[in-house]
């Protein structure tokens, strides 16, 4: 609902004899446009023309506000400089000498939900994953066939800035505590990093975990936990009591598989 403001610190390196625009846009996480504006430098006040090497200068973009159906996550700032008139004709884009593009992409930005969220989980949940995350709640069926996937909803609250980005992990475990399925990775696949999540802000984070054909039928239990992806250590996870979990996991409600459906 507001306009972004982007900074961009210039340098020529050599003299020009164009006249160029600069393309300043800020992408989703999907990759769609959020918002962005084409613009002179210093507003058509200082073209390039006149630029002469070796003197710096500080340049603001204001870009109209995000679009209302952007993807909330992490975005990323992309910059392309053109001839003027001639937008299908962008300069080049090399660093340490090699060429990687027409589009340079310096930086990353926060696209924050348009509303808060409303959590409305099936069960609910205390656990605290040190003091920085809450798991308030989940969704999971009762039943799943074999070979199948298995939808899992996890609302998480952020108690504090998070300060890095951590995994998920969701794990199948048969009766016998034996690991049966499994899917690792970071929330919302990626696109919502708990680096980027705010005090107070809340998340809805969809997963599916893909079931083996050969799974047989019986009861499962499901465990989750957060852990750090560069050093694999498990973020302490702790009960609503201050007891901490065996191996810094919770324990969902459990779900019973059955066969796959009869061909017919």
Known sequence: GRPVEVTLY??????????????????????????????LPAGGRYSTVVWEPGRPFR???????????????LGN?????????EPDKP????????????????GTIKISPPVAVRFEPQHQSAAVFDDRIWLAGYDVPETARSGDTLPLTLYWEAIAPIGGDYTVF?????????????????PRAGAY??????AGEQ???????????????????????????????????????GT??????????GVGIVPPAAED
């Open 193 to 198: 990093p708990t680096g980027i999540w705010s």
């Open 203 to 241: 998340v809805v984070d969809e997963r599916v975990l893909a079931l083996p054909p050969d799974l047989l039928p019986g009861d499962y239990a499901i465990l989750i936990g957060l852990y750090d992806p560069a050093t694999g250590a498990r973020l302490p996870v702790y009960d609503a009591d």
């Open 244 to 253: 901490r979990r065996p191996d810094d996991a919770i324990e969902l409600a």
């Open 77 to 85: 700032l992309l910059v392309i400089v053109y001839p003027r008139g």
């Open 59 to 73: 340049d603001v973009y204001t870009l109209p506000p995000v679009s209302a159906d952007a993807v909330p996550g």
């Open 10 to 39: 210039w340098d020529g390196i050599r003299p020009m004899t164009d006249s160029y625009i600069v393309a300043a846009r800020i992408l989703d996480p999907a990759g769609q446009v959020a918002t962005g504006v084409d613009s």
């Open 91 to 106: 300069l080049d884009v090399t660093r340490d000498g090699v060429l990687i593009g027409h589009e340079a992409y310096p």
């Open 170 to 186: 969701v794990h199948l475990v048969n009766e016998a505590g034996e690991l049966v399925a499994q899917s690792d990775g970071p």
